[in-house]
């Protein structure tokens, strides 16, 4: 499965960020490296270290529900992503584009909740630093 691909099957499953049974401060590792529009490797890396925790953690079930669900109405790539996944689990190509796309909408949540910030001093405002894993 290509990242390409899985990134589209992830899209089309329709899964959202506030029904899944995840670790969303886990789950801000992505979301903060989403804010970075020029650098969305960041986002990508972070994706790739934290899908196997969240896919263990409560990912699983609803994931795979989604990629049977997404097989059986004729999602393109969905047989595929569902092969992956069963394979795989939370270190295949399609539970780090799920990963990725719950991050892009905890990204968008905060954005609203950072936007009525806007005006305040910068001292009040909640921080949108970004923490960079240590090397390895």
């Known amino acids: 499965m290509t990242p390409p691909r899985a990134a589209e099957v992830a899209a089309a499953l329709g899964l959202v960020v506030d029904e899944m049974p995840i670790c969303l401060a886990c789950l801000s590792f992505v979301s903060l490296s ?3 529009e020029e650098d969305h490797a ?3 890396r972070w994706a790739r270290r934290m899908a196997p925790d969240l896919w263990e953690e409560g990912l699983k079930e609803p994931a795979l529900r989604a990629l049977r669900r997404a097989r059986m109405t004729g999602v393109r790539g969905a047989e595929s992503a569902l092969a ?9 190509a399609i539970a780090r584009e799920i990963v990725l796309v719950l991050g892009e909408q905890l990204a968008e949540r905060e954005r609203a909740l950072w936007a ?3 005006g305040r001093r910068a001292a ?3 921080s949108m630093s970004v923490v960079r894993p240590p090397s390895t």
Do not use: L, N, Q
Request: hydrophobic fraction near 20%; glycine fraction near 10%.
């Open 34 to 36: 989403c804010h970075d």
């Open 42 to 44: 960041e986002a990508r």
């Open 84 to 92: 992956d996944a069963e394979a795989k689990g939370g270190r295949s």
């Open 116 to 118: 009525r910030w806007e």
């Open 124 to 126: 009040d405002r909640p």
